[in-house]
């Protein structure tokens, strides 16, 4: 059997056995379920329509005037309720009794309430302007429809300056926390899936048919593939649900920063899960992982907490500098990418730093995995491994 076919069919083992297993079904859906569920709140909560105004008019000058204002109502983001009072006392006594946000009366007198809403006077003001213009121009003998083609003139060409990082900023965010949840999760998968078959004694007919840097091999690149596909399943999910709600604007750069997400994430991972194989193979129960994982699970947390204070100032030297720092590039990166502060050379060099860590990592976890995947009893230290990777060499 050739190497490639050994890691292949070790890979589809580890994806066919984790597609059977209900924990890895019921955490998908609850994630699934989760992200639908954020984004569904957060749309309630943040959209709260309209703000309802009540305008008392006097008059059929000042009526029309009212319904000209309810017409541009939606640009101001109000909903106005308009009431008729007898007399221009009668309006202002509703406005300060609060019975009535703005009253408008003959000759243009707008009175508004201390408390109104902002865009009330701005949107009554700007009603009475063009009422104004338009029996101005229609006295010197304009027609109709000149009249309208003056008040209505060409929409002014904008030229946007720099980039909106708001949206980014929300992406980098929530890009930042699902690439951590990812790598994290999926390297205990592969810590205890090491461990469960190292108690079972399946590895020792497993390893029978192929070698044990094959076996490592397959293991991490099938439980990635799984973790990859949920990845994108919940991130396009919410994606898709934030956008038929109108709840998210995707910055320019939104598609930029999948694809830099999806290359870091393999990059996080494969990192990380080698060293999560090599802390699974040396214990031989699941009660151990937690220790001899707990330092990559700290690697991992210091790294998220140093993607979230550059959020805010992406161009930063922390943030260029761990930039090329392969146990935290995987959360720096993408976020930096969000908000359009990484520059291309940076992206290719940052690539290459943690190709190179994943190579160094790679042959110290292969034969830490190799020389203690049969190993059983007391769990050993960090020291006792390296020294087995050492005479693994000589």
């Known amino acids: 059997m050739t190497g490639f076919r050994a890691v292949a069919l070790v890979a589809e083992r580890e994806i066919r056995e984790r597609l059977r297993g209900r924990a890895f079904r019921a955490s998908t859906i609850v994630l699934l379920l989760g992200v639908v569920g954020i984004v569904v709140f957060a749309a309630v909560q943040g959209d709260d329509g309209p703000t309802r105004a009540t305008v008392v008019v006097v008059g059929p000058g000042s009526e029309q005037l009212g319904r000209s204002a309810g017409a541009r109502q939606a640009s101001f983001d109000l909903r106005l309720e308009l009431r008729r009072a007898a007399s221009a006392a009668a309006a202002r006594r509703a406005v300060a009794e609060g019975d009535a946000d703005a009253s408008l009366a003959s000759g243009g007198t707008i009175a508004v309430a201390h408390?109104?809403?902002?865009?009330?006077?701005?949107?009554l003001r700007a009603t009475w302007r063009e009422a104004s213009v338009r029996s101005a121009l229609r006295a010197r003998g304009l027609s109709a429809d000149?009249?309208?083609?003056?008040?209505?003139?060409?929409?002014?060409?904008?030229?946007?300056?720099?980039?909106?990082?708001g949206g980014g900023q929300t992406l980098a965010f929530v890009g930042t926390l699902l690439l951590y949840v990812g790598i994290l999760t999926f390297g205990y998968y592969v810590a205890s899936g090491v461990v469960e078959e190292k108690g079972t004694r399946?590895?020792?007919?497993?390893?029978?048919?192929?070698?044990?840097?094959?076996?490592?091999?397959?293991?991490?690149?099938?439980?990635?593939l799984l973790g990859l596909a949920q990845l994108v399943a919940i991130a396009g999910l919410g994606i898709v649900v934030a956008l038929a709600l109108g709840s998210v604007d995707l910055p320019a750069a939104t598609t930029e920063t999948v694809l830099v997400s999806a290359v870091f994430f393999v990059l996080g991972y494969t990192f990380y899960a080698c060293g999560f194989a090599a802390a699974g193979a040396i214990v031989s129960r699941q009660e151990d992982i937690q220790s001899t994982t707990a330092p990559l699970a700290i690697a991992l947390v210091i790294s998220y907490l140093i993607a979230l204070s550059v959020l805010g100032n992406p161009d930063s030297t922390l943030a260029q500098v761990t930039t090329f720092l392969p146990p935290v590039a995987p959360l720096i990166v993408p976020a930096r990418a969000a908000q359009g502060a990484l520059p291309l050379w940076e992206l290719g060099l940052s690539i290459a730093a943690m190709a190179a860590g994943i190579a160094l990592l790679l042959v110290l976890g292969a034969r830490i995995y190799e020389r203690t995947i049969l190993r059983l009893g007391s769990p050993l230290t960090l020291a006792q491994a390296l020294r087995l990777a050492r005479s693994a060499n000589g």
């Open 146 to 165: 000149e009249v309208r083609a003056a008040l209505a003139p060409p929409p002014a060409r904008v030229v946007s300056i720099g980039e909106d990082t």
């Open 202 to 224: 399946v590895v020792e007919i497993v390893l029978s048919a192929v070698r044990p840097a094959q076996l490592l091999a397959g293991k991490v690149i099938g439980i990635g």
């Open 115 to 123: 408390d109104a809403p902002d865009g009330l006077l701005p949107l």
